[in-house]
């Protein structure tokens, strides 16, 4: 399962907002480039990355996709396989597009918008249905790229076609940052037969950091100017709001197996990067010439929130 982090600016020695994604299970590793486009609609493509492989719309285990809408790197029928078949499609940008990279999701465009996804559990997964629910995160996410030089712009977007255009596959946490702010954005199916999905997204404070890893993390939902959600959400309130998110114990799910283990998880990466970094590099890391050794400190208050105070506060 994917982790991942986010750093607020002013949490970082260089002041870069910084954004990093395990991706887990991945059929198809390729990091391609996507080009600028201009075209009078935009196609919307099924990902194996939300339900596994989906022969309906021509995925394979090895491609995500095939085709040329997102370049002639993504054309691989000479492989054999035919020409994925889209969901559905969107109106065109206007203008041209941003380029990007992109992956089993997408991860960076050339305006400097970052984004990092987790799978979270959710009480349901409904698969995709043309007309009804045809955006999975993966292809919001590169739909984001394509349009958005910034991460509020990205979360206003990506929510308002979920409203529109529905939502299928498994609960999503996206992390969206840009030069200057992060954020944090949770989504997943509203209905098993229904559309439109349901979303919330918390900016993170520019001095503190946030990991997400397959559980959803947004509990305190008050309308305010660093939160974005779906108006359904915003009139009924947290509750109603936590309870369609995040699956019961007893049905359980992904989430809440997460947060049972996630303590004993931090505290093995501690005892192991106690052993590996500081018994065989002292404590230091090098840059440069063997010989200009630097000393790598963790801020005490990162340190609390993990709640193992036993790891080492210094490598």
């Known amino acids: 399962m994917c982790t991942t982090i986010i750093v607020g600016k002013n949490a970082t020695k260089d002041g870069s907002v910084i954004i990093a994604h395990s991706d887990d299970d991945v059929d198809d590793g390729r990091v391609i480039r996507v080009p600028s486009f201009n075209r009078s609609k935009r196609n919307v493509y099924y990902d194996n990355a939300s339900l596994g492989l989906n022969l309906k719309y021509?995925?394979?285990?090895?491609?995500?996709?095939?085709?040329?809408?997102?370049?002639?790197?993504?054309?691989?029928?000479?492989e054999g396989h035919p020409v994925s078949t889209p969901l559905g499609s969107i109106p065109g940008f206007g203008k041209d597009t941003y380029a990007y990279f992109d992956s089993s999701y997408g991860i960076a465009n050339e305006k400097g918008l970052l984004i990092g996804e987790c799978t979270c559990g959710a009480k349901i997964s409904p698969g995709p249905e043309p007309g009804k629910r045809i955006f999975y995160s993966a292809e919001l996410s590169r739909v984001a790229l394509e349009r958005c030089t910034g991460a509020r712009e990205a979360v206003e977007l990506i929510g308002s076609l979920i409203l529109n255009y529905g939502y299928y596959g498994t609960g999503e946490t996206l992390l969206l940052g840009d030069a200057e702010e992060g954020w944090v954005m949770e989504m997943c199916a509203h209905e098993e037969n229904g559309s439109a999905g349901i979303w919330v997204a918390r900016r993170v404070p520019d001095d503190d950091f946030f990991v997400a890893a397959n559980q959803f993390r947004i509990r305190d939902i008050r309308e305010n100017h660093d939160l974005r959600a779906l108006q359904e959400i915003l009139e009924h309130g947290a509750e109603t709001a936590v309870n369609r998110l995040i699956s019961e114990k007893n049905t359980a799910g992904l989430s809440e197996f997460s947060h049972d283990h996630c303590k004993k998880v931090i505290a093995e990466w501690w005892k192991q990067a106690t052993s590996l970094i500081?018994?065989?590099?002292?404590?230091c890391t090098t840059t440069g010439p063997v010989s200009i050794m630097n000393r790598v400190d963790y801020p005490n208050q990162w340190l609390h929130k993990t709640d193992y105070f036993q790891g080492p506060t210094e490598y």
């Open 278 to 283: 500081v018994k065989y590099n002292d404590g």
């Open 58 to 78: 021509n995925s394979t285990e090895i491609r995500r996709y095939i085709g040329t809408d997102r370049g002639e790197a993504y054309n691989t029928v000479s």
